[in-house]
């Protein structure tokens, strides 16, 4: 079973100009969460999908940036205009709706990441 | 402020050694605890994680402690191999999804 993939790994960019990140998740996997980690720190929610609707967006850093689901399937996340402390990694990660609030299905499991550096 | 802590962020272990890596977390409302596992330039892993109904899971080497009066979770490696040297993450979720990660514990198993 492929597990979530991100796209591009890496992007460099000049602050103003906009960039897109991809993420597929696990088939089936109704949840698509992004995260970000910036200078080594933390790893951030920013939002959550379920299916295609925004269930949790309250991590998002501004109106820069805008997450979109289509479908229900892939994810993509726009940021517009970069600035250069968007320079980060991207991390998105998916996980089944659980049956109940203990079961294993509320683990995530995360993509390789897209590393982003806006100069 | 940050609900999740890690306030080791390094620790050094022999091989074969047991391995314990410790996280904080301030918020009562907190019912489920996962530890991630980081290679460099790759996504976290799933390790894993305890409910707050439970004290204590062991999934092989790994074993997680859950101490919710102190608001404590520990994780233990037992024996510690140098391919576990690796960057682990706590991470607290409780109401939502989201999860809260610490700011991530370096360890390296020296052979």
């Known amino acids: 079973e492929a597990g979530v993939t991100q796209f591009p790994s890496h992007s460099v960019i000049e602050k103003g100009q906009t960039v897109t990140l991809r993420c597929d998740p696990i088939?089936?996997?109704?949840?698509l969460y992004w995260y970000r980690r910036v200078m080594g720190k933390e790893i951030k929610f920013l939002l959550h999908?379920?299916?295609?609707?925004?269930?949790?967006e309250s991590g998002m850093p501004n109106n820069r940036f805008l997450a979109e689901r289509t479908g229900g399937t892939y994810s993509t996340l726009k940021v517009q205009p970069a600035e250069l402390e968007d320079s980060g990694v991207y991390f998105c990660?998916?996980?089944?709706?659980?049956?109940?609030?203990?079961?294993?299905?509320?683990?995530?499991?995360f993509g390789q990441g897209t590393r982003l550096t806006v100069v | 402020d940050q609900q999740v802590k890690q306030n080791s962020p390094s620790l050094s272990v022999q091989e074969g050694r047991i391995s314990i890596l410790n996280c904080d977390y301030t918020?009562?409302?907190?019912?489920?605890f996962l530890w991630y596992k980081k290679y460099p330039a790759e996504g976290p892993t799933f390790l894993i994680s305890?409910?707050?109904?439970?004290d204590k899971n062991e999934d092989g080497r790994f074993t997680v402690f859950l101490n919710k009066s102190a608001k404590h979770l520990s994780l233990h490696i037992v024996p510690s191999q140098p391919g576990d040297s690796a960057v682990y993450f706590c991470?607290?979720?409780?109401?939502?999804?989201?999860?809260?990660f610490g700011t991530g514990t370096r360890l390296k198993v020296l052979a």
């Open positions: 990660a998916s996980s089944q709706a659980p049956p109940t609030p203990y079961s294993g299905a509320r683990v995530a499991f």
């Open positions: 999908f379920v299916k295609e609707s925004k269930q949790d």
């Open positions: 088939s089936g996997h109704d949840n």
């Open positions: 305890i409910s707050s109904i439970k």
């Open positions: 918020n009562s409302m907190f019912d489920y």
């Open positions: 991470a607290a979720s409780g109401g939502t999804y989201k999860y809260i």
